[in-house]
């Protein structure tokens, strides 16, 4: 994981620099190869109602960028607790993501993966078959990137699923690249 520690009306104190380097070992043991890059910075601030420093937080995780932000009169404390903030919000990240494995083919989005069962240009609708075998109903306007023309039985695509009146449906169709 790349660090990069900043400051800015304050010099970096060596106990603040070792709390730091601390958390982040935390965060390579818990998330290894999940957190590419973190930035802290320390600014010294002269509001008084705020406290006497703002830490800042970044963190780049695969797709998605996390701050952190803490406003208080002690580094050492608001460094814990931003750490701790991003540490959850990293665990969650993560169950966010096993969940959408774990529900058979959902990906980011909530957009999952089908197959075209079959297609009826004249009519304006078809009919995908989910992974786990449901029927999902399609009309022609929720094609993405693709006329009912081009698609046939059999071709893999993306979708988001609702709930139609008459049971599934797709409110957007795509195809899968």
């Known amino acids: ?35 590419l890059h973190l930035r802290v910075s320390i600014v010294g601030t002269a509001h008084h109602k705020e406290g006497g420093y703002e830490l800042k937080l970044v963190a780049s995780v695969p797709n998605d960028t996390v701050v952190v932000t803490r406003k208080g009169e002690n580094v050492a404390s608001l460094l814990i607790e931003a750490f701790d903030v991003l540490t ?13 494995q774990k529900n058979g083919g959902a990906v980011d989005d909530g957009a999952q993966v089908g197959v075209i069962r079959k297609v009826s240009p004249y009519e304006s609708y078809g009919f995908i078959v989910s992974q786990d075998a449901k029927e999902i109903y399609f009309h022609e306007n929720a094609l993405k990137d693709v006329s009912i023309d081009a698609l046939t039985e059999g071709d893999t695509v993306m979708y988001g699923e609702s709930l139609g009146d008459k049971g599934p449906q797709a409110s957007w169709v795509r195809m899968n690249t």
């Open 1 to 35: 994981m790349d660090l990069k520690v900043e400051t800015r009306n304050v010099e970096l104190r060596k106990g603040w620099q070792k709390k730091i380097d601390e958390e982040r070992e935390k965060l390579v043991r818990h998330f290894a190869s999940f957190v």
């Open 88 to 100: 959850h919000q990293m665990k969650e990240m993560q169950r966010k993501k096993r969940q959408a």
